[in-house]
């Protein structure tokens, strides 16, 4: 099969196929109308011919008289004079009875068979005296004493003036069928773009959605286009439902790690408390710290899969961004606390938008959470919240850690992808991903920045005013 | 009479008329040669007399000093004879335009176009092979001296009453063309019997007051000069005007009811050799033709032809219908109605 490109350039548009296809059959078209008048137009010459060239003959015939026997022929002048009228062709002429010449060209050649008939005539086409002529021969019957004597008359012209007059034509006719092809060409280009409109609106709904709106297409398409629009909608819905499958998936798996590895925790926890040796207690409580981890990852896996599940049919709550803070911050407080990390609120409500509150309590939360796991101990984190202005609220982070590698920015909110600055730290990489998710499904965006003064990062989550 | 005699005897007649003299030597009027600096001689043949052509001819050479000029004299006939059996020419000029037409009709010419020929008008040229350069046309010269004290006819029927009302001037003392052997004469009496029934009573007239018969207008016009004619009827107007113009016993009757216009044509013979010093010999005719007034020649110009009293009936049409005079059975048919009215004292017809 051939690719796309292997075509030459004019061949590789449907709308360029069209036209150059109308173009074609509009130059066959002009052709054939070319051909057909430059016949007509010479055949009617020719017939305008030899209508003169019998009406001169007849006069010369109809001259003929015999007295006492004798074939008497006076040549009418009109017989010749209107011979001019198509154009300045060379005349011959001969008049015979009996193949003996009365006046005339001896040498013009006369029919073997003429039509005897009165009124008709026999007309040929003859090589005479270096010229192509056209001859028309009429019989006459006079009679000569008590004798009929049948005298031909042929009268014969040169055709530089049909040939003449069919070139002229023929020009016309070429200009004109020339003018038709370019206005046909002309129409067939916008017939081809406009019979494309459809296609085109087509592509450009279906390129215009988001990246993962794979809500099906409702449009009115024409026919021909209808089985791809259902092929694409059947297709987009059977993706729609593998994603969902393997979201529900991890959600289930998630969910099932959490639970045993709570009752594990719970069951390090009291083994801690009833050994006594240090290394003993070293070792539950390195256990813990890695159930921890776990239950965290696995947790953050649970919001990822519930973003994308609830991304889909986005809530529309009223939420106060300054409640929200507040209430995400005192969740995270015994885990600051336990490093001695202060976090400061800087957040005064009400500070409404619109959207889902489960899901931006998760982003603010991972993104709390990144701060708290990544700061040193006793240091601050801010938490503000100001208007940007008349269309966005920007809740900032900041805090005083090792800060984002510089080159890493852009991708730092990829799925599982971590900074190339992490160390040792314990992480999963999806707690930017799920805030840059629920804020995307939200018509807002995420934002990392370095401070001016260089220690520490700072994430600013920024959001539609309601 | 059967018919196959009578169809030998009257091809017989036919021969016998239109072949003077089979195959004989060209028969010159006048010659002389105008030798140029280089080794072309353009060899013309020609019916106009040499006195009118020469200003030309050596305008010509002044322009084209290269070329030399063999320059022919003699009657149309003479010069459609010749051409049609082959003799060797590179430009012909004839007053008959009927003669020229068959040569071309024939084949007997060759085809030239150049920007001066495509400027000629329609009527004046016949398929880029035959160039009219001058309208002349036929009029009436009348003597001075007889016509004292006469009131001028103004139409041919005036003309007709005055003939016949006045025997003792006109008795013996008209002349006219011999249509027998005058080429440009037999082609005005054909065309002005076409147009008007008048000329076949004007020359029953004439006949009948003795009309002496001319070859060329120049010597009916001497005639008339030295007063041995009081008229002379269809001569060429250009001869006249340039006669009387230093000549004033001569006058040319102004009669306004019709003018037989004839075109002089130049062509260029098929066994032409120097065609290209032709072309240059007929372009230059052909401007002269076109110049309102003529430094070189006192030949009226073609757009003479366009004035509203020509225009009537003229000039005659350059076209197929000037083979008919020519046909024979029509020669012989005009010529025998024209000796009957012409020719009433029978010891002049032969």
């Known amino acids: 099969m051939s690719t796309i490109n292997s075509l030459p350039f004019w061949w590789r548009s449907i709308g360029q196929r069209l036209t150059i296809l109308l173009a074609g059959v509009a130059a066959v078209l002009a052709i054939l109308s070319w051909w057909t008048v430059t016949t007509f137009a010479r055949e009617a010459a020719e017939q305008t011919q030899d209508n003169v060239l019998v009406a001169s003959a007849t006069t010369i015939a109809e001259a003929l008289r015999s007295e006492q026997g004798t074939i008497l022929l006076e040549l009418p002048y009109s017989a010749f004079a209107m011979l001019d009228a198509i154009g300045q062709d060379r005349v011959f002429y001969r008049v015979s009875a009996e193949g003996v010449t009365l006046t005339g060209y001896d040498d013009l050649a006369e029919p073997v068979n003429p039509v005897g008939r009165p009124g008709a005539a026999t007309v040929r086409t003859m090589n005479y005296r270096d010229d192509m002529v056209r001859a028309v021969t009429v019989q006459r019957t006079v009679l000569a004493g008590q004798q009929p004597v049948p005298v031909l008359v042929t009268v014969a012209q040169t055709r530089t003036g049909v040939e003449a007059i069919g070139s002229e034509l023929s020009q016309t006719a070429a200009g004109l069928s020339v003018a038709l092809f370019v206005l046909a060409v002309g129409l067939g280009a916008v017939a081809a773009s406009n019979a494309l409109k459809p296609l085109n609106s087509f592509a450009q709904a279906v390129s215009r959605r988001g990246p993962a709106d794979l809500r099906p297409l409702r449009r009115q398409v024409p026919a021909e286009l209808s089985p791809l629009l259902i092929a694409l909608n059947r297709l987009m819905e059977r993706l729609g439902q593998s994603i969902r499958r393997s979201e529900e998936f991890i959600a289930e798996a998630a969910h099932r790690v959490r639970t045993p590895l709570a009752t594990v925790r719970v069951q390090a926890e009291l083994a801690l408390h009833t050994v006594e040796k240090e290394e003993e207690k070293q070792m539950l409580r390195r256990i813990i710290r890695a159930v921890d981890e776990s239950s965290r990852s696995a947790s953050q896996l649970l919001d990822h899969a519930t973003v994308s599940f609830r991304a889909d049919a986005l809530a529309q709550d009223h939420v106060d961004l300054a409640e929200l803070a507040a209430r995400v911050s005192d969740g995270l407080a015994p885990t600051a606390d336990m490093k001695d990390i202060a976090i400061i609120l800087n957040c005064r409500g009400p500070a409404d938008v619109r959207g889902d509150a489960i899901l931006l309590e998760s982003a603010l939360r991972n993104v709390l959470d990144n701060s708290v796991k990544y700061s040193p101990a006793e240091t601050d984190i801010n938490v503000t919240l100001d208007r940007m202005d008349d269309k966005f609220w920007r809740l900032t982070v900041r805090d005083h850690g090792r800060g984002f590698s510089a080159p890493s920015l852009p991708d730092l909110t990829a799925r599982f992808q971590r900074g190339t600055n992490v160390d040792q730290v314990v992480g999963s990489g999806l707690g930017l991903t799920i805030a840059k998710e629920v804020l995307d499904a939200h018509g807002g965006r995420i934002e990392l920045t370095i401070p001016e003064d260089g220690a520490g990062a700072c994430v600013s989550l920024i959001l539609p005013a309601a | ?350």
């Open chain 2, 1 to 350: 009479m059967r018919f196959p005699d009578l169809a030998r005897s009257l091809i017989a007649a036919a021969l016998l008329h239109c072949l003077g003299g089979p195959l004989a030597a060209l028969e010159l009027e006048d010659q002389k040669f105008y030798p140029g600096t280089g080794e072309v001689v353009l060899k013309v043949i020609s019916t106009g007399d040499l006195e009118v052509f020469e200003p030309f001819i050596l305008a010509f050479q002044a322009e084209n000093p290269t070329i030399g000029i063999d320059y022919s004299v003699t009657s149309s006939a003479e010069l459609h004879r010749a051409l049609t059996q082959g003799a060797v020419f590179d430009v012909a000029i004839s007053s008959a335009m009927d003669l020229q037409f068959q040569l071309a009709n024939d084949g007997a010419a060759q085809a030239y176009t150049s920007p001066v020929t495509q400027a000629l008008p329609v009527w004046a040229q016949w398929r880029n092979q035959v160039f009219a350069f001058t309208a002349e046309p036929a009029v009436a010269v009348i003597s001075r001296e007889t016509f004292a004290g006469i009131e001028r006819p103004t139409t041919r029927q005036d003309l007709i009453a005055l003939l016949r009302q006045n025997p003792e001037i006109f008795q013996d003392a008209i002349g006219t063309y011999d249509v027998r052997s005058s080429g440009l004469g037999y082609l005005f009496a054909t065309q002005e019997a076409r147009n008007s029934d008048t000329y076949w009573r004007l020359s029953e007239l004439m006949g009948l007051r003795g009309a002496a018969l001319y070859c060329c207008s120049a010597q009916m016009i001497d005639d008339v000069a030295a007063g041995r004619l009081s008229l002379a009827y269809n001569v060429l107007g250009s001869y006249a005007a340039e006669r009387i113009a230093r000549d004033d016993r001569l006058e040319i009757l102004d009669l306004q009811d019709y003018a037989t216009v004839m075109l002089r044509t130049a062509l260029i013979p098929a066994t032409a050799t120097e065609t290209a010093s032709a072309g240059l010999f007929i372009d230059r005719l052909l401007q002269e033709g076109m110049r309102d007034e003529s430094r070189v020649w006192a030949l009226p110009p073609l757009g003479a032809a366009e004035t509203p009293e020509a225009r009537a009936y003229g000039p005659i049409r350059l076209g197929p219908a000037l083979l008919v005079y020519l046909d024979r059975l029509n020669r012989n048919a005009f010529l025998s109605a024209w000796s009957d009215a012409m020719l009433q004292d029978a010891a002049d017809n032969p």
